[in-house]
């Protein structure tokens, strides 16, 4: 099967499913730094080190335990890391051992719950992840990564294929990838989604995945090609008109996927080239000194991407 037919299967009217989150504690048990990437097409994550200068290396596939089907979003939060699979509507849960691979993994399904999954996060003691069909499963997570009294919730019916979803200072972030809308939602204190509401905060069409740095947003739109960067008051408040910066000019940018901030670098995957992509933040807010961060690795239809830090 090649990439034409795979990204069909994906496709739904709202054009890419493809989004997925930032919201775990990505400490390692590892002292290497590593980087997490879904390769939707072979059902396979690759496993990479970072360097000091922040790039990929030595990057090697684990299936975890054979249990992937159509990888598309990953999380990593203290030592498990959270798989979100497309095709068997299951959350793969593996724990992580101390050379970075993925041992005792199980699938997590919960029928009628979980749909075509995408975006996760995971925030108090709860777990979090879009489905496509509009809604988001909201479930309980014990200390051993396990999921338990799964349910549904559709944030005031403000979700137009949700994709990706960030959680900061009690409030979520949900992109909309059927109109490049944001839904805004506060947490209750059962974990439900209160006071939601979707706003258009650039000109891009669609977006996909999301991440939460600090007092910054970022959203990355396959279909137009660009990073959406949002200031983020302190009381979780997006300002009125949020910066793109197109990546369409740049050779290795073709469509750009999951995302991750670390440090002074922006990572995104992007699916359009089976690359990851580096880029330095520049002065006001922009991106500059864009490059492929791994020389070779192997990457299948790239998706999304987690990095966890080294134990200090």
């Known amino acids: 099967m090649n990439k034409q037919k795979v990204l069909l299967c994906l496709v739904t009217p709202a054009f890419m499913l493809f989004g997925c989150s930032n919201g775990g504690n990505s400490s390692s048990v590892s002292n290497i730094s590593r980087a997490y990437v879904t390769n939707v097409q072979d059902n396979t994550i690759s496993i990479c080190n970072i360097d000091g200068n922040g790039n990929l290396s030595n990057c090697q596939k684990d299936t975890a335990e054979g249990k992937l089907s159509s990888p598309d979003g990953v999380l990593i939060n203290k030592n498990n890391i959270f798989i979100a699979n497309l095709l068997t509507n299951s959350i793969t849960i593996c724990a992580l051992n101390t050379n970075g691979g993925l041992t005792n993994c199980i699938n997590n399904r919960e029928e009628g719950i979980i749909y075509k999954p995408y975006g996760q996060a995971?925030?108090?003691?709860?777990?979090?992840?879009?489905?496509?069909?509009n809604t988001i499963a909201i479930c309980k997570i014990g200390t051993d990564g396990n999921l338990s009294a799964c349910k549904l919730d559709n944030a005031n019916n403000t979700l137009k294929v949700p994709g990706g979803i960030a959680i900061s200072n009690n409030k979520a972030f949900i992109t909309n990838i059927q109109d490049g809308s944001i839904t805004t939602c506060q947490i209750g204190?059962?974990?439900?989604?209160?006071?939601c509401n979707a706003q258009k905060y650039g000109e891009a069409a669609s977006l996909n995945d999301i991440y939460i740095n600090s007092s910054m947003i970022y959203a990355t739109s396959i279909r137009n090609k660009l990073v959406q960067m949002c200031p983020l008051s302190s009381d979780a408040i997006i300002a009125a008109k949020c910066k793109e910066i197109k990546l369409g000019y740049n050779e290795y940018f073709k469509m750009p996927t999951g995302i991750f901030v670390r440090g002074k670098h922006l990572y995104s995957v992007d699916f359009g080239s089976d690359s990851v992509i580096k880029c330095d933040f520049a002065p006001k807010d922009g991106l500059t000194n864009c490059s492929v961060a791994n020389a070779s690795n192997g990457f299948v239809s790239p998706t999304d991407i987690e990095i966890s830090e080294a134990n200090q």
């Open 189 to 195: 204190r059962a974990g439900e989604f209160t006071s």
């Open 122 to 133: 995971i925030y108090n003691s709860y777990y979090y992840v879009t489905n496509s069909n």
